[in-house]
């Protein structure tokens, strides 16, 4: 079992940026691939950006290429979320995801394919 705890979320200005910050627990030696998801009300819970620990592959949505990072922390226990130039439409619950398998040969992966999934962290990006 592995557990994630999201941080980092708030309100901030479009323009702004923030740092979302993933730490897992338990058996995380087990974690190949963690991601992050946002869903907003009504909408699907999409992809936002996702990366593989033993391939390095990583993988932006087209909404935030440019705009967004993610990176892990030596120990690969932590994942974060470097965003900047926020924009309105980014606002959103934000979920850390992740999982033991390796999709390097079907990257990214889908929804479906994470098997831990934090609590969620709120961001609001005001006009």
């Known amino acids: 079992q592995v557990q994630l705890v999201e941080s980092g979320g708030g309100l901030v200005q479009a323009g702004g940026s923030l740092r979302l910050s993933c730490a897992a627990s338990?058996?995380?030696?087990?974690?190949?691939?963690m991601g992050w998801f946002r869903q907003a009300p009504g909408k699907e819970r999409d992809l936002v950006a996702a990366?593989?620990?033993?391939?390095?592959?990583?993988y932006y949505a087209d909404s935030v290429k440019g705009r967004f990072t993610i990176f892990g922390g030596t120990a690969k226990t932590t994942v974060y979320l470097q965003m900047n130039s926020l924009k309105p439409e980014d606002t959103a619950v934000y979920y850390c995801a992740a999982d033991n398998l390796d999709y390097r040969f079907r990257w990214p992966p889908g929804h479906t394919d994470f098997g831990s999934w934090g609590q969620g962290t709120q961001v609001t990006v005001s006009s």
């Open positions: 990366i593989n620990w033993s391939g390095g592959l990583t």
């Open positions: 338990g058996r995380t030696f087990s974690i190949y691939t």
